[in-house]
């Protein structure tokens, strides 16, 4: 049977997606104004980056404060949360619903070793009790609907996130499952199994999500129509290229023009100004620099003068020069 088509909404529990291309959460850098961009350009919904449920149930401030901040214009939000302690998530639930965001979600796939260690992402892999428990406490202390993020495993051939799929839907009222059919040990790394995506969105009963191995428009199409999913999340190959969900959902036929990715870089330097201020900004928006000037071909020295930037203002002098530039050779 035919795919609906990516334009076409579908619903999580009683939230209504205006369409199935939406933005992974991305570890430290999916903050209010990357979702936002993502929304600008055409994603249906936008989760946050990872939370902490222990720095929230303990008000840090930081984390109250930048982590759950959602911007009025943005579309639909979802918080993803992270923990391996049921009372905690449930409390940490709580204050991150308070935030308005549309639905909650929960990390059970991260592979990273400082996670793990601390019995949260995809070590409840392992641990499909505590999995459903913290899963079902933060139902209970959001009231909203939740959703979990998997990877399909710990190490190469291990379904364990598919078995556990199946007990957090029946066993803790999981509204939907985004898998990234990669084990855990895997990380990025080698094929995504998309016919393991497949069997799970035929058997789970909720609206199963296909992650992982999206870097272009081309390949997250592919890996929508392979896999049955009922939607698509772009993680990676969003970030210098919000395009990619204008291009998914039909309003872009071309790549962006040197201007229009020039004008996005600023636009992304004012937000991030407005989130963390001036001095703080500077530093933060060093790693945000290559996504956008790599496209350009601005690569060794003339990157890394970008690198070197100690005030904003020198930022906006050279993206005015490189703008005018490009005005210049369009003309």
């Given amino acids: 049977m035919a795919q609906p088509a990516l334009t076409s909404p579908f619903r999580i529990a009683d ?40 720095a929230l ?43 308005g965001p549309d639905l909650i979600d929960l990390n059970m796939g991260c592979p990273v070793p400082k996670v793990l260690k601390t019995g ?43 078995e556990l799929a199946h007990r957090l839907v029946a066993d803790a009222g999981v509204a939907a499952i985004a898998l990234h059919p990669r084990s855990a ?3 990025h790394g080698g094929p995504a199994d998309y016919a393991l ?41 969003s970030l210098g290229n919000p395009w990619i969900f204008e291009q998914l959902v039909g309003e872009r036929p071309a790549a962006p023009s040197r ?22 900004a500077s530093r933060n928006l060093r790693k945000f620099y ?4 790599e496209p350009l071909q601005i690569t060794g020295s003339a990157a890394d003068q970008w690198q070197r930037t100690e005030d904003l203002s020198d930022v906006r002098v050279m993206l005015g020069e490189l703008a005018r530039n490009a005005v210049g050779a369009s003309l």
Avoid at 65 to 71: G, K, N, P, Y
Avoid at 197 to 221: C, D, F, H, K, N
């Fill in 15 to 54: 939230v209504e997606i205006p369409n199935r291309v939406l933005l992974a959460p991305l570890a430290g850098i999916g903050n209010w104004f990357v979702r936002l961009q993502a929304c600008r350009h055409g994603a249906g919904l936008a989760v946050s980056e990872m939370v902490s449920s222990y």
């Fill in 57 to 99: 149930a303990h008000r840090n401030r930081r984390t109250t404060e930048e982590m759950l901040r959602i911007d009025p214009d943005e579309g639909l939000v979802s918080i993803q949360l992270f923990g391996p302690d049921p009372d905690v998530m449930r409390e940490a639930a709580a204050i991150a619903a308070d935030a």
């Fill in 120 to 162: 949260a992402g995809a070590a409840l892999l392992r641990d499909p009790e505590r999995a459903v428990a913290v899963a079902r406490a933060a139902a209970e202390g959001s009231g909203l609907p939740v959703t979990v993020k998997l990877r399909a495993g710990i190490g190469p051939g291990d379904r364990s996130g598919i």
């Fill in 185 to 187: 040990k895997a990380h």
């Fill in 197 to 237: 995506v497949a069997e799970l969105a035929a058997s789970l009963g909720v609206p199963v999500i296909v992650s992982g191995g999206a870097r272009t428009a081309e390949r997250a199409w592919r890996a929508y129509e392979q896999s049955g999913a009922a939607a698509v999340m772009i993680a990676r190959g």
């Fill in 259 to 280: 201007e229009e990715i020039l004008a996005e870089l600023a636009w992304v330097v004012d937000r991030a100004e407005r989130h963390w201020g001036a001095e703080r």
């Fill in 290 to 293: 290559p996504w956008y000037l």
